[in-house]
Nanobody, 125 residues
C-alpha cells in the first residue's frame, strides 16, 4: 500500500506563491494517476487538480485554473502543486491522493484509493 506525505504548506500573503510536494513510498507511484484536493473548515473536500500516471494529461478545478499547476517527477516518486496568485479563499488543508484507475482521469474523491494526511495552506495578510 503506497504511503503519501505532503509538504510545503505554510502561511503566505495574498498574491503570493507556494509549491506543495507529495512524496510516495513506492516505485508503483508511476502507475497511479495523482490528484490534489483541499478541505476548508466547515466545508466538503473539493477537487483541485489531477495528473495522469504519465504526466501527459491533467485537469483543474475552474476556480484554480490558470493559477495552479500540477506536475510530477516519476523518477522521484513525487507530485507537485505550484500555487500562484494565492487568495484568502485558497486557505485549506491540502491533500494528495493516488488513483489506480489509469484509464480514467477522474476528479472524484471516491476514485482515489490512497491519501496523505494533508498540509495546511493559509493565505492571510
Amino acid at each position: 500500500q503506497v504511503q503519501l506525505v505532503e509538504s510545503g504548506g505554510g502561511l503566505v500573503q495574498p498574491g503570493g506563491s507556494l509549491r506543495l510536494s507529495c512524496a510516495a513510498s513506492e516505485r508503483t507511484f508511476s502507475t497511479y494517476n495523482m490528484g490534489w484536493f483541499r478541505q476548508a473548515p466547515g466545508q466538503e473536500r473539493e477537487f483541485i487538480a489531477v495528473i495522469s500516471w504519465s504526466g501527459g494529461a491533467d485537469d483543474y478545478a475552474v476556480k484554480v485554473k490558470g493559477r495552479f499547476t500540477i506536475s510530477r517527477d516519476n523518477a522521484k516518486n513525487t507530485v507537485y502543486l505550484q500555487m500562484n496568485s494565492l487568495r484568502p479563499e485558497d486557505t485549506a488543508l491540502y491533500y494528495c491522493a493516488a488513483s489506480t484507475l489509469r484509464n480514467v482521469l477522474s476528479i472524484r474523491a471516491n476514485n482515489f484509493q490512497y491519501w496523505g494526511r494533508g498540509t495546511q495552506v493559509t493565505v492571510s495578510s
